[in-house]
């Protein structure tokens, strides 16, 4: 229907409001002219009423399609009338899709952790409607917006997010009917970007080798947009408290009662750490004694890195948020990329279950923590998405073997670089504020004719090389404007070189080269 009326202070079934483009309250009965007149603006097929027969006819009689919905079988003279509520037995049928947000099931993984005295739990997330453990947030903090008054019919919600939140907030609005607009780093999947814009998102990529106070930093951007649009709202998962609390309220409560209070110990990965802090504020005020184990990236701030790059996607930060309460967390186990990515693919090949990275990250911190403890012990793991998302990253074996996270049979890159003499340095390479002339000095040191251009000391993130220069290059420009030997290379430098992971063959290397 095009307009649905409701008279008085009653609200109507979910299934007969969603069903209306317009929802228009009044308490006037009948309706006065303003009311008709509203009406008559928008030239509605068909206008629903709820609450009053007499309104129904006033606007029959005023030239309005109506039909009159009402469990009243007395018979309106002239007007269309339908039942309000559904006559029939009751049918096991949610009212909409956000009413199936959480009551998520546990799986034991005793195959995974056959080596663990302990009982091990997954916490399936995945099976949330969007597919993630962000559905619970996201429906909290839009709920949050609206009781404020700063979400308002037809407005827009902005967030950046790695993408599993925009999932959640993009569900929520397409049944709220709210424009959604996400910025996200650009080491996320084309999976998840082809995703939210699915659900009718605008998608904006940042880089994300950027500090997060950059002008172009993927929060930067979100925060100049949501200034810039009217009717804007930035959930802001990372210092919204609706964000811990929506699983202090839901997700720490199931766990309690599916594991009958016996729950010892929680791992999850943290990201804004509202799951890890929500949750464990619930189980420690059940039991002060549960073990809150945070799984974190190496590079994260949460276990002491500098927040320099990492390929996990959804977990590990660069700075601190609000919603994390470090006070609630007992321990956090930094986890390589590499263990992350293999314990995922060890879960999908061995459990069943297709998880993404970043519950790779968990369960290897599972496992660490399970390793010391016994039988009446209960570690749950949060399995926070799944790994169809992933297919082109983790679970495709070129891209693993480009990172060196899977090695070939026969002569890899890393024999090679094994066998490199003593008394070269691991890297050859230079920093981009160096001068022309001292890299030039670099090249002919170590005899060789090009060096990456890199932002840290290795090891490196891929996303810490930032070009590449190539000694002729130099040379020609330096023969054309002499003072460039003064300037720093990050003026002279090109592209980044090909990139090959030390698992792979030899002869790769060479035709990339």
Partial sequence: MDVLVVVGDGEPPSRLRVRANRVLH??????????????????????????????????HRAGLPVTLYTDDTAPVPGIRRLPLSDPGPTMQAADSLLDLVGNTPLVRLDRIGRELSCHLLGKLEQLNPGGSVKDRPALAMVAGAEASGELREGGTIVEPTSGNTGVGLAIVAARRRYRCIFVMPDKMSQEKIALLRAYGAEVIVCPTAVAPEHPDSYYSVARRLAQEIPGAVQPNQYGNPANPAAHEASTGPELWQQTAGRITHFVAGIGTGGTISGVGRFLKSKRAGVQI???????????GGGGR?????????????TTYDPGV??????????????TARRVTREEGILVGGSAGTAVHAALEVGRELGPDDVVVVLIPDSGRGYLSKLYNDSWMADYGFLRAAGPTVGHVLEAKPADLPRLVHVHPDEEVRSVISVLREYQVSQVPVIKAEPPLALAEVVGAVH?????????DRPDVLDHPVSEAMGPPLPTVGAGEPVQLAVERL
């Fill in 26 to 59: 009044t308490r006037s009965d009948p309706p006065g002219p303003d009311v008709v007149a509203d009406l008559r603006v928008h030239i509605p097929r068909e206008v629903g009423v709820v609450g009053s027969a007499a309104t129904a006819l006033a606007l």
């Fill in 293 to 303: 184990v945070g799984a974190d990236p190496e590079g994260s701030v949460y276990s």
């Fill in 329 to 342: 967390v007992d321990r956090v186990v930094r986890v390589s990329d590499r263990d992350s990515f293999l």
């Fill in 471 to 479: 000694e002729r290059d130099l040379m020609a420009l330096a023969f």
């Fill in 309 to 321: 790059p990492y390929l996990v996607e959804g977990i590990g930060e660069d700075f601190w948020p």
